[in-house]
Every structure is written in structure tokens, then in C-alpha cells.
């Protein structure tokens, strides 16, 4: 028999990368015999979405023998992970029963969806679960993400808006570009980040770096490092603050005329004048001057390395200071985020071209598809990193946990919905304590998982059930943060085993419990997607017909206005104010100064000394800072079945060679990190690349506990801690204390 003729299928990762890249599925005879991707001359004037090393392996990752076969319901103590086959009927009417039970018992907001992105792409089983929950009464809701909780809360604060980036080509009219925890060499961000970086590299335009660790970002873009230590971003922004006012460097006319509360002048009514900016940094209120002297005890940067970095930023006309999100994740990480809005209206690079205004940067040029909306019938919401804390105490949470929507919460959290997620066990803070919360079913009753692989978090499932990969069907998929592009994921391959998506078992659930036309709308999943796209069309008359997108798997825009974000704000604030309450941009902020959080957070941008942080007494036990970082291999936790791509960049503990030294540590030599909350046995790398008195390791790595609770897979979430940041409620999980010494010595 004659093999078939190759056939080429074009689709989309659909993933939480930031890629969004375009893939070629070669096929024959129903197999995936290799992957393609985007090129410069396909891209045309576009920018290419080319796959990385992550990309290019998607088949191998998620079509292997190791995936989840068939549903399965949980027979020993949960999170062991034994379970027994059952059928797609019976795992249904379990489903079924379990919702209405949890619900007529506890009310609905005892029901909750967990985070999860590992289907980031228009219709995902989150939102699904969301939507039929919405139907049957409602269900406690979350906000905030577990990327950028710190700089969203702190970009609306200020701004009024997270749209607060210009288009990534107005970087070519800078003078000076900074990346301040930014590594979207390995993050891959986007496509578009680096292509412009790269661009702005060759057109001679000087790049800092400003991180602990010197990234694969500062390497391909041969660009200053700055390190300092981490947590301590806030004192650094505070002392370059300093010296741009020392030297009357600031853009005192922007200032005056657009920002509330930099100096006594600006202050709202009634409050008193020394509470500014200005009066902190000179010491007028506190008595210490933020000098780069007090920074370089508190960061480990030298002083007039802090001062050669402000005056540059300063006098480099215009300049772009970019914000990565690893800075905000850390305990007080709403401070650093203030801070570089603070400097970037100081130096006047908010709203010109070639300037950039900090924060979140988001610089949305085209709408995207949605499901239309349903209303939630429970209106309450919490922060999404606090739901372990809503299944210990949720009857006793209020505002001052960030709940939303209501007083406080009228419930624990009794069901839990985790559909293509690791945030369950894994990518969730503090492994241990979450662990001993969803081992005992008195608190969480029932726990339901979709999942392609028998990962940390489908261990403590009641009800796991199998999906289906990209490959396995379809959706669509939008830019993660900048592109102007709309991207459709083409099945290449029918599911593999009994493998289903979300669409088709919680259409079964809703007929159960006597909402499926409700649900489903008498639509398949692809007539749903047709009429999300169609809507989409009237409002971006550009795009083509949904066949033709459909075949082609992509569509460039063509379209593409210039946005240099509050360009007109900056011009006439009058006429055209910032969408906050003054209409100002409130480096001073009236709503943490009059309301709830003004015990825990500042009312101006200024350095907090954070628990586990440099200055913690508890270093003298774990004299060690551990960060995590977004390796070149993995997506969060996904890829880190595929056994070849730990090659790419083997898990360990990267370590200067200083601290190694001290402790008799060799390069590789297995090694016992610990702290209160859990150890961690992992390869040690010694490297220049870290700042001493820092430790490192990549999170996303599968959490794998020997007999005596030792994680032998690299988890750094084994040590991370689940404390939220006092004003968004985000996780701070790059703020912890450790020690290391070499595991013979264990």
C-alpha cells in the first residue's frame, strides 16, 4: 500500500506562551511527522511568529505514551494519585451530583474555577465551567492573574488604565531602553519584543539590564547588566529619584501640570503636604535622604553605579524604561511597579514617542473575539492567590482580603474546578501547606480535573478526565500582550483514546442538571467559533472571511495605527484628562490614603522593607535570596514531561561561586536547598551570572517527592511562600529566604 500524500495543516500554539507562533503540521497517514513554522519572507512586513525550541516539540510533548486514556475517579486518599477507570457516563452523572449537592448544601458561592491558562486560546474549560456555573446560580469568582496581580493594581492606581505602552516600533525613536526584570529572550513575551529589541540593538540604541540574574536576554542583546537583589527594586527606583532631583533633572512642567502629589503644591485637599513624593525622598519626612549610599546598603548596587543610571536616564531624550512582571512578584511588589511609573513621569517619557510610561504596558490595537458574557448571579470575587486561604476560611474573609462584590465571603470553598491548570499543586505557592489543605476532603469536597498527563495537580483530583491537545481540535487564538494578529488552532489529528474537550462532557453535564439548551444554544463548538469570529468582524471589518481564516490559520493586520500612549494627555490634561478620579496621574493615590489598605501600603511609591527580604532577621538562619525564573524550555509547567528538552537547559540551582565557596559546593554536585516551609534536592551551577547572595532555580519544574517528602524534580514552589502582597493580594513568590549545602553533607 502506496503511504498518503503529505498534507500541511497551519495552526497555532494556544498555550499561556507569549509566542502565539505559527505552526506547520506536516501529516501522513494521520501522524504528525514533523513541525514547521513561520519565516521572514512568509511574515512579509509582519513580524515572523516563529516557534522556539518549545514550539517546534509541541507533538512531541503532547502526543506521547505518557498521556492521561480515559476518565478516572479517585479510590485512595486523595493526592496519591489512585484511581479507577470509568466511563464517560458515569463520570458525568458524578459531576452532575456533585454540583448540585455542593450547591443546594453550601449556596453557590461554595463553587470555584482555578486559575489556569493551559488553554489560552478563545474558548477554554475554565471559562466553560465559568459559564455554566452562571446558569446555575453562580459560583465565587477571582481577579488578578498570578503574572501581574501587582503591576495591574498599580498601573490602574496611578493610570487609570493598564494601556499605558506605545507600539513596540516607536522603541527604534528611544535613546536609551532599560529592561527591568525583563527576559523575553526565554519568556518569549511575545514575538514582537525581541524583534524590536533586536532592531533598536542594531540601530546603536544602548540597553540595561536591571535583574538578579544575568538573562539569556542581556546575553543576546550584549547588554549592561545591572544585578541587584531582589525584592529591593523599589529602593533602587528611590535613589535614582533622588539624584534626578538633586540634579533639577526633572520634567518639573509634566510634573505640575499632569501628576497628583509630587511635590506640597500637588497634593489633594485636605491632606497634609509632607505626605508627597518629594518629602520622602529628600528625608524632609522620615529623616533619611535617599541617597544612592542608603540604595547600595539596601540593593547591593554601588552608588555611583545608581547615580550613572539615573542622570543617563534622565538626559537621554527619550528614553524607555520597560517593566518586566518578574520585579512586581515579589513581596511589596506593587512598590516597584509604582516606582517606575514615579521616574517615568519625573524624566518626562510619558507620552512622547520614543518614551515609555511603565507599568503594565499594554498597547491594544484591535479587539479580540469573546463568548458573550453572562452575568455571575454571586458577585463576589477574590483575589485570585487566596483561594487555599477561601478553603481554610472562607466564612471569614472580608475586604480586608480582598474580597469584592460584598462584605465578606458566606462560605469556604467546597468544590473546586481545575481544567488545564497546574495552579492546583505545582504553580500555586508554598507546596506543602496546600497540600495538607487539599488532602483533607472535610474542607474541599470535591475536586474535578481535566488535564492531557497525570501531572502534580490531577494527583489530587475526586474526578479526572482526559483533553485533548492542540493538535486534537479547535480554537482561536489572540496576541498574549502585543501583535496584530488573530491566529486559528486547525485540528490536525482526531483526539487521542477517549481524550475530549470541555465543550462536550459540560454540555453533558448541563443536560444532566437541565441546562443544556441554555449551555450549548443548540451550537457545536466550531459553530460557536464561526460566531464569535463573525461578531469580531463588524467591529475589524478587515478580516477576511472565516473559511479563508480558517485554512490559512492566520491573519496579519494590516491596519495598524501608531499609539503613543496619553499622547493627548500630555499635550492638554485639561481637555483630555487621565482616567483616574483627578484626572491626574496620582503618584500620590487618595484611595489607599482614605481607604482600607492604608495600613498596609503607602500612599506614594516608596521602598517597604519586605519579609524575606535582605534586611529580614531570618537571614541569619536562611542567609540565602531564592528567585525563580521563566526558562527557555518549559511554559510554566508544560513541557516538562518531554525528557529531550531537559537537555535544552537542565533543571538546577544556579549559584555564584562566591556563595558556593562558603559552603564547599561543586559545579553540579547535588545539593540540599531548604527553608521552613520545605527542601528541595537539585544540581548546583556555578556561575558569575548570579549575584552573590542569591540563588536561583526555573519554576515550572514537576513537583516529585521522594518517601521522606524531598522534592527531587526542582519545584521551586516547594519554597515559595503563600503571603500576599498588601494591596493587590498577588503572590510574592520570587520573595523567599533559603540556605544550601551539598547533599552528601545532608
Known sequence: MQPDEERVVHTTGRNNCGGRCIIHAHVRDGKIEKLT???????????????????????????????????????????????????????????????????DTYGPGSRYVNYAT????????????KRLLKLDGGYLGYYNSYSTACITQSTRLMYGTCETGNH??????????????????????????????????????????????????????D??????????????????????????????????????????????????????CLSYLTGERDGQPKTPEWAEAITGVPADVIRSLAVRYATSKPAALIQGFGAQRHAYGEQSARGGILLACMTGNVGVQGGWACGNGLCTRHAWPDMPSLPNPYHREIPTYLWTEAILRGHEMTALDGVTGGEKLDSDIKMLVNLAGNCLINQHGDINRTSRILRDTSKCEFILCSDLFMTASARFADILLPGVSMFEGENITMPWQYGDFLGFNNQVIPPLYEGRF???????????????PQFTQGRTLGQWLESCYNDLREKEPELPEYERFRADGIYRYQNNRPVIAFEQQRLDPERHPFPTPSGKVELFSPAIYRG???????????YVDPPEGPGDPLRKT???????????????SIHDNNQAMHRVDPQCLWMHPEDARARGIQDGQEVLVWNDRGRVRIPAKLTERMMAGVVAMSQGAWYAPDEDGTDRGGCINVLTSLRPTPYARGNGQHTNLVEVRAASNA
Open 502 to 516: 470541555e465543550y462536550d462532557w459540560l454540555s453533558e453535564v448541563a443536560q444532566k442538571i437541565g441546562l443544556g
Open 622 to 636: 536562611y542567609p540565602l535570596q531564592l528567585i525563580g525564573w521563566h526558562t527557555k524550555r518549559r511554559c510554566h
Open 596 to 606: 482600607t489598605f492604608r495600613e498596609f501600603m503607602p500612599a506614594i511609591p516608596r
Open 37 to 103: 513554522t513561520d519565516t521572514p519572507a512568509a511574515a512579509g512586513e509582519g513580524v515572523p511568529l516563529c516557534a522556539c525550541v518549545r514550539g517546534m516539540n509541541y507533538h512531541k510533548t503532547f502526543l506521547g505514551e505518557d498521556r492521561l486514556r480515559y476518565p478516572m475517579k479517585r479510590v485512595g486518599p486523595r493526592g496519591e494519585g489512585a484511581f479507577v477507570r470509568i466511563s464517560w457516563e458515569e463520570a458525568t452523572d458524578l459531576i452532575a451530583r456533585e454540583w448540585v449537592r455542593i450547591r
Open 223 to 276: 547588554a549592561e547588566w545591572i544585578p541587584l537583589r531582589p525584592a529591593t527594586d523599589a529602593a533602587l527606583l528611590d535613589a535614582m529619584a533622588y539624584v534626578i532631583v538633586e540634579r533639577g533633572l526633572q520634567d518639573q512642567d509634566f510634573l505640575d501640570r499632569c501628576c497628583l502629589g509630587f511635590d506640597k503644591a500637588h497634593m489633594p485637599a485636605g491632606v497634609d503636604g509632607g505626605e508627597c
Open 118 to 129: 493551559g488553554i489560552s486560546a478563545l474558548i477554554s474549560g475554565s471559562g466553560l465551567a
Open 168 to 221: 513596540l516600533a516607536d522603541w527604534l525613536n528611544s535613546s536609551l531602553i532599560i529592561l527591568w526584570g525583563h527576559n523575553p529572550a526565554e519568556t518569549k513575551f511575545d514575538s514582537e519584543t525581541m524583534y524590536y529589541l533586536r532592531r533598536a540593538k542594531a540601530k546603536g540604541i544602548p540597553i540595561i539590564v536591571v535583574d538578579p540574574r544575568r538573562s539569556d536576554t542581556a546575553l543576546a542583546l
